[in-house]
């Protein structure tokens, strides 16, 4: 369908609903198109996104979310791009009305953001909607937040990156902050910290814990599930958070176990019944290997993503980490990272990207005290109130 706003979207713009597989490849690919001169935007898969996040009968998080997709023309040139979604299980947990925007880019042109934003507000007030936020994705697995700071930074594959004016162009609308999120390098230490290797037995003996470690990767399948139910309970009083449901983490599991790299992977479980009370995942920093594949595994960009999984790496992404709400404060991540810091010196790694990290999450930013750490980036979800 074609958007009309009287008074907000000028005759020269046309928006346009996403309907056909065309025209999702339009959307897909906008982003890479606009980022082509970067030297810091990281492409995503066109595949991927295609025919997994954004396919309805691919993704579940569509059983729990409604979500529009739009793309904005001028003279039949698209221009921006910008998906509504509406997690209604994160509406009723957290009592609020709130669509989210995502997948979200345009030229430095107010038009075209205007144009955007009319679509996805007016979208959202006729489905009941009291608020618009984001950037946002269905789940708190997808990419969140506008860059705001640290525009000089490569990106990663876990986290946007946008020019400088998008946070800008918020602004000018009208949106405010509502949450921000600091990411960190996190320099690898010579050794494992003192005070780390101390309180990592201290904790092993006071509460039964263990860590894990897998040479095969069938061997880590019997925890897969076990790792997403200690993640929906780690998350659940963070920002918008709404618990993935179990067949969410049947999509993840099979999405995600088979890239993973075993000896990056730390699982602490409790020896007398074998629950997983905290986790990390890492991955070698694919930004590069991404780069080199521009959007496409094949016919060759499959080698370098290849090559980037098996190699030595200089950075190291911090993927997902959590720990049982019982749990935190109380030495957890220490028995983690005193098993992570010697694979992370023996492959030569120079520093850890933390990825995104809510800044009112005292809890895990204090995880870093011990570490030399530097605060390179800052990522904002902003958000604008409708008039009643």
């Known amino acids: 369908m074609y958007i009309c706003i009287p008074n907000v979207i000028p005759m020269s713009i ?26 810091y935007h990281v492409p995503g898969l066109i595949d991927e996104e295609m025919n997994i996040t954004l396919n309805p009968k691919k993704n579940p998080a569509f059983k729990v979310c409604d979500a529009v997709l739009f793309l904005a023309y001028r003279d039949d040139e698209v221009v921006g791009r910008i998906a509504g979604i509406i ?16 997948f979200v880019d345009f030229i430095d042109d ?9 679509a996805v507000e007016t979208w959202a007030r006729n489905l009941g909607m009291t ?8 789940t708190d697995l997808d990419h969140e937040g506008i860059l705001v700071d640290g525009f000089d930074q490569m990106g990663t594959m876990a986290a946007i990156y946008n020019y400088p004016y998008y946070p800008s162009q918020m602004e000018r609308m009208g949106y405010v902050k509502d949450q921000d999120w600091h990411e960190f390098k996190i320099y690898i230490p010579d050794g494992v910290p003192d005070k780390h290797l101390r309180v990592g037995e201290i904790v092993k003996k006071k509460y ?20 997403f139910d200690a993640l929906n309970k780690a998350y659940t009083p963070l920002y918008e958070f709404a618990p993935i449901t179990e067949e969410q983490i049947e999509f993840y599991v099979k999405q995600y176990i ?22 990390g995942i890492s991955l070698p920093n694919l930004s590069e290997a991404l780069r080199k594949a521009k959007g496409k595994l094949f016919p060759f960009g499959f080698i370098p993503l290849l090559k980037g999984m098996k190699a030595k790496p200089k950075v190291v992404d911090l993927y997902l980490m959590g720990v049982l709400p019982e749990y935190q404060n109380k030495g957890v991540v220490a028995l983690i990272f005193n098993d992570l ?3 992370y010196r023996d492959l030569g790694v120079i520093y850890a990207e933390s990825n995104p990290e809510l800044e009112s999450n005292n809890a895990v930013q204090a995880q870093w005290d011990y570490f030399k750490r530097e605060h390179h980036k800052t990522r904002r979800v902003f958000i604008k109130r409708f008039d009643s």
Request: hydrophobic share 45%; glycine share 6%.
């Open 14 to 39: 046309v928006v346009k609903e996403v309907k056909s597989k065309k025209e999702l490849k339009k959307f897909v690919k906008f982003n890479i198109d606009l980022y082509k001169d970067s030297p």
């Open 87 to 102: 997690n209604r299980k994160s509406n009723e947990i957290w009592n609020q009305k709130n669509a989210r925007f995502g």
């Open 110 to 118: 107010a038009e075209v953001v205007d144009a955007l934003f009319g």
């Open 131 to 138: 608020s618009l936020h984001g950037p946002m994705g269905f």
């Open 208 to 227: 039964g814990l263990k860590v894990l470690k897998f040479k095969k990767r069938k061997e880590i399948w019997p925890y897969a599930y076990k790792i």
């Open 258 to 279: 088979p890239m993973i790299r075993l000896d990056m992977v730390a699982i602490v479980v409790r020896e007398e019944d074998d629950v997983v009370v905290g986790f």
């Open 341 to 343: 810091i010697p694979v």
